[in-house]
């Protein structure tokens, strides 16, 4: 008696423990609700629906498929009883064939559409505008064209960077190696003069499209003033004479930029080796001006679009005072005595007094011997006119 007493002191003693172990080890017990469970619980069966579970699901499918005919032959060697094996039953849905169609709101920007997990949003269409072939065609061209000169500019500043660096690496060389170095660096100037003007194989005189698409681009416009003094002063004035030539649709092209101002140093410089037959050609070119001193002609665009701009008349102006620097000077009689100069000054002087104040921009400088220049071929109250124009512009006399 005393031993089963003990035991069944023993007995009520263990199962009231194991009570208190099974609260005490899950604190967590009831927090959820039946109907949360269900929630959860049906979610993941959501997750489950399948229109092919044997291919969405495959090892467990094949893994109850294997049991089901293990069951079957327990029963057919009757080794006792079916075991009845819990089987997670996929859900499935029926797989319907549909083309979605999403809600378009007319008259919106782009194609609105009210999306979900099934059916996401589509992308929204470019608006893609009828163009002609031949549009197409142009705008390519352009565009390439476009491209060809960006790379030209890239290639001839990679040329000009050597160029340069070249007094860099002449003290560093050698005696020896210094002839080959001053070869290389000819040839460079060569090719970046070529680059330049776009000279092709067996033209005599190259066009000036593509020097002008250069310069129509910002960083062309400040390489080439870069490239100017080491170029030859027969390539150089090349250069000025077709910047001259085009200089109203480059000033019209650089009216955001304004690069060209940092032409007028390079261009000012190279003017004092320039022989006096080309200060009067490149006179007659800036302001497109007739062979001979004839009536003028009604209006003369070209000169407007150079005097209305700051750098164009700042070239203009320096041109002159170049001019009478070789009319006061013994070894260059010649242009004092030169027909051609003395024909351009007549109508370069009529069409600057021609010219309104307002039509004249504010030119970056302005030289201090124009007023001998001008006394030379107009009276004094024309001078006096003159010269107060140019007080206008600059302030000061």
């Given at each position: 008696d005393q031993h089963r007493n003990l035991n069944?002191?023993?007995?009520?003693?263990?199962?009231?423990?194991?009570?208190?172990?099974?609260?005490?080890?899950?604190?967590?017990?009831?927090?959820?609700?039946?109907?949360?469970?269900?929630?959860?619980?049906?979610?993941?069966?959501?997750?489950?629906?399948s229109t092919d579970p044997y291919l969405d699901d495959f090892y467990y499918q094949n893994y109850f498929e294997k049991l089901e005919k293990l069951s079957a032959a327990e029963e057919m060697q009757g080794d006792g009883p079916k075991k009845e094996r819990t089987k997670l039953i996929t859900p499935q849905v029926a797989k319907l064939e549909h083309t979605y169609k999403p809600v378009q709101f007319e008259g919106s920007l782009g194609k609105l559409t009210v999306s979900s997990v099934n059916n996401p949003r589509k992308m929204i269409d470019a608006v893609v505008t009828s163009r002609s072939e031949d549009d197409e065609t142009k705008e390519k061209q352009v565009r390439d064209?476009?491209?060809?000169?960006?790379?030209?500019?890239?290639?001839t500043y990679s040329l000009l960077l050597d160029v340069e660096d070249y007094e860099r690496r002449y003290l560093l060389s050698l005696e020896e190696e210094r002839?080959?170095?001053?070869?290389?660096?000819?040839?460079?100037?060569?090719?970046?003069?070529?680059?330049?003007?776009g000279k092709l194989p067996g033209q005599e005189r190259p066009s000036d499209d593509h020097f002008v698409q250069i310069m129509c681009i910002r960083k062309g416009k400040r390489m080439v003033a870069r490239i100017l003094p080491f170029l030859s002063t027969e390539q150089a004035a090349d250069i000025l004479m077709t910047t001259a030539r085009n200089l109203p649709f480059l000033i019209k092209k650089d009216a955001q930029d304004e690069v060209l101002p940092c032409l007028l140093s390079p261009f000012s410089l190279l003017l004092y080796h320039l022989p006096p037959v080309t200060v009067t050609s490149l006179l007659q070119q800036l302001m497109n001006l007739p062979q001979s001193a004839a009536a003028p002609a009604p209006s003369n665009p070209h000169l407007s679009a150079v005097l209305q701009n700051k750098f164009g008349l700042s070239l203009l102006l320096v041109v002159l005072s170049r001019g009478e620097d070789l009319q006061s000077s013994d070894a260059?009689?010649?242009?004092?005595?030169?027909?051609?100069?003395?024909?351009?000054?007549?109508?370069?002087?009529?069409?600057?007094?021609?010219?309104?104040?307002?039509?004249?921009?504010?030119?970056?400088?302005?030289?201090?011997?124009?007023?001998?220049?001008?006394?030379?071929?107009?009276?004094r109250q024309k001078l006096n006119l003159l010269e107060t124009k140019l007080q206008l512009v600059q302030g000061i006399r």
């Open positions: 069944g002191v023993g007995d009520r003693g263990s199962h009231r423990s194991s009570h208190q172990d099974h609260i005490r080890k899950d604190p967590y017990a009831n927090l959820m609700l039946q109907r949360e469970k269900d929630w959860v619980s049906k979610i993941q069966m959501m997750q489950l629906q064209k476009r491209r060809k000169t960006l790379f030209i500019i890239e290639k002839p080959a170095l001053m070869d290389e660096r000819k040839h460079k100037i060569c090719c970046m003069y070529d680059n330049l003007r260059a009689s010649e242009l004092a005595q030169s027909n051609p100069w003395t024909e351009v000054m007549f109508v370069a002087t009529r069409e600057l007094l021609r010219i309104p104040q307002t039509g004249l921009a504010k030119p970056i400088s302005i030289p201090t011997n124009l007023v001998s220049l001008f006394s030379r071929y107009v009276d």
